[in-house]
Every structure is written in structure tokens, then in C-alpha cells.
């Protein structure tokens, strides 16, 4: 088995914001694994919030891609997993990145498409949100527009500012049939957070992600109980653990690959969301469709998709699973992710 690990730094289409940060470019790695004439392709945008990235997975990568290699196998998809959560523990990003090649390969190996493997339907995939990124109100009421035209009926609204309904009645006044989510990065107190639920539900606001600090989970209960607003936990929820932990202070939980390391810790938090009784979504980072591809497959499993991130960037030297609108088409997949070289689509 041999393997290949690059850099890229994506630009975006649009400067993006969100409550902590603005981001310019996606800083992106990506691993290729090649077995018996078959080549599998995986990817991860590494968040600083958790502690990783490009570099600190450029530079754990090689060492993980031998284990791999020695391993010899892609099918042997468990084994993997048990080896690499414990060389790299504290590197969910990496492991991502590795997942998805892992997956890629066998499923590409098969000569099917990763859903099929996994005995998914894939007319059951929900239409994916586009993510409005924290600007002035015009500009976001430019992009909610647009993105409306382009037939997202699904809008998620970045907030955590000092003048957040300016920025929202700016979005409804842009797009006014679409259904409004909104995402506050864990920006607000709960105080604040209940605060703004009135106007936020008077604005038809049908999702309110992460409205408190990570750490604030009696502060998420206090929330969720206050509104009738559907309520959902990211930064809250990274592994299949904490899925208890939230339980009874949220109503959605929202799963990332690079929150809990690839596509088989991802599949058992959304089993755990399932069997306490709460409805789950599939996030992303602003990434690749190296990464997104692989995520879209898992889709069949939620109740919410926001996998916009592809969509995002400028460029993008991947294609993934083509689009329907605002839905993935994933039947159109014929092999693996659908990862491939956009020269290669």
C-alpha cells in the first residue's frame, strides 16, 4: 500500500465569519491510499478551536499511513480505527482524513458506492442548509439572496454580534420563503440566549444551534426549555459520549467528522443521538469535497444535512457528489465517496 499526504490552502469565495473568528482560506490536507491499482482519497479542514491544524495533521499523517500500510488491508476497517485511536488519541482531525481514504479505498475496491456498503437509502438524504456567514447586513442579505435564487430554501445564519437582529431582518427581508436556521457559535450566555428567542421566533427561526459556551450544558438545558425553537448542540457534542451528557438540554445534536475523528465515531454518535431520542444533522467545516464527499453518505442517517462547505470556496481541486439542487445526489455516486480529482470529473 503506498501513500501521499499534500497541503492545500483553498480559497474562499467570500471572507467568512462566524461568532470567534474570520476566515479567508481553508487550510486543507489531503491523504490518497493506493492498494492493488485502487486509490482511495480522504481530507480534513482542522479547526484550532479543537486544537489541531493543517500542520500538526501534515505532520502525524505519515506516521499513521504506515500504520495502514502495515495493517495491508482496507477492509479490516475496525482494526484500523482500534490502532489509530490509539496512536493519535488526542487527533481526531487526522484520523478523519485517514477514515475517509480507508473507506474510499474498500468501498472503491468493491466497485460500489460507500452508502451501498453500508445498505443506506439514498433517496432519503434531507436538502442541505447554505451557511450565511457573519458580514454587515448587507452583504449577508446579498448572499441569503443569492443563495435563495440558487434553490437553497434552507438558510443557516451565522450570529454572536452586537447588532445580530439587524443582521437576521436583513436575511428575511432577502429571503423571505426560506426556512431560517441560526448558529451562534456558542457566543451568547443562556441569559442572552433567552433573551433573544422571542424576536428570533418571531422571525421564524426554526433551528438555534450552540447557543452557549461548550462547557455550559445546564446553560443549553436552560435554553432549550425557555423557547419552543428546536434546539441543537455542536460544540457541546463531539464523541458518541457526550451524547448522554446533552440528552436532556438540547433537542438536535449535530455531528462533524473532525469533531470525532471519521466516519465510524460519526455513525455511533448518531446512533447514540437516535437511541436517546434526539434528532441529529451532519455539519462540516468550510472544506473540501474531498471530506464532504464522504460525509454526504452518512446523510440518509439525520434529519438535517449542512454540508454547504464545498460551496464556500473559490476553488476546489476535488469534486464530490453532484448536487439536485440543494439535495445530494447520491445514487449518481458509482464507486467509494465519489471523491475525485476535479481534472478527472
Known amino acids: ?40 482519497i480522504g481530507a480534513v479542514t482542522p479547526s484550532a478551536y479543537y486544537d489541531e491544524s493543517a500542520q500538526s495533521v501534515a505532520e502525524t499523517l505519515p506516521s499513521l499511513c504506515e500504520t495502514v500500510a502495515r495493517i495491508g488491508d482496507p477492509h479490516a476497517q475496525q482494526h484500523i480505527e482500534r490502532e489509530l485511536g490509539e496512536q493519535a488519541p488526542n487527533q481526531p482531525a487526522a484520523r478523519m482524513a485517514l477514515s475517509i481514504a480507508v473507506h474510499d479505498l474498500a468501498a472503491r475496491s468493491l466497485d460500489l458506492p460507500l452508502y451501498r456498503q453500508w445498505g443506506l437509502d439514498p433517496d432519503a438524504v434531507p436538502p442541505t442548509t447554505y451557511t450565511v456567514g457573519i458580514d454587515s447586513p448587507e452583504r449577508m442579505a446579498e448572499k441569503a439572496g443569492k443563495a435563495a435564487d440558487n434553490g437553497f430554501g434552507h438558510l443557516k445564519v451565522k450570529l454572536g454580534t452586537d447588532d445580530d437582529r439587524a443582521r437576521l431582518d436583513a436575511v428575511r427581508d432577502a429571503a423571505p420563503d426560506a426556512e431560517v436556521r441560526v448558529d451562534a457559535n456558542a457566543a451568547w450566555t443562556a441569559g442572552e440566549a433567552i433573551d433573544k428567542t422571542a424576536w428570533l421566533a418571531d422571525a421564524g427561526v426554526t433551528m438555534l444551534e450552540q447557543p452557549v459556551e461548550a462547557d455550559d450544558i445546564d446553560g443549553l438545558r436552560r435554553v432549550t426549555d425557555a423557547t419552543d425553537i428546536p434546539v441543537a448542540a455542536d460544540e457541546s457534542c463531539v464523541t458518541a459520549s457526550d451524547v448522554p451528557r446533552v440528552a436532556d438540554a438540547c433537542d438536535i445534536v449535530n455531528a462533524k467528522l473532525v469533531k470525532c475523528g471519521g466516519l465510524r465515531p460519526a455513525m455511533r454518535l448518531l446512533h447514540a443521538a437516535d437511541a436517546h431520542g434526539l434528532d441529529s444533522m451532519l455539519g462540516c467545516m468550510v472544506e473540501s469535497n474531498a471530506s464532504i464527499a464522504a460525509a454526504v453518505h452518512l446523510a440518509p442517517l439525520v434529519d438535517y444535512v449542512d454540508l454547504d462547505g464545498a460551496l464556500l470556496l473559490a476553488s476546489d481541486p476535488y469534486a464530490g457528489v453532484p448536487l439536485d439542487g440543494a439535495v445530494f445526489d447520491l445514487a449518481a455516486v458509482s464507486a467509494g465517496t465519489g471523491a475525485r480529482r476535479a481534472r478527472d470529473a
Open 1 to 40: 500500500m503506498n501513500w501521499t499526504v499534500d497541503r492545500h490552502d483553498l480559497p474562499l469565495s467570500n471572507p467568512f465569519g462566524i461568532s470567534r473568528e474570520t476566515s479567508e482560506t481553508s487550510e486543507t490536507v489531503v491523504v490518497e491510499l493506493t492498494h492493488e491499482g485502487t486509490t482511495g
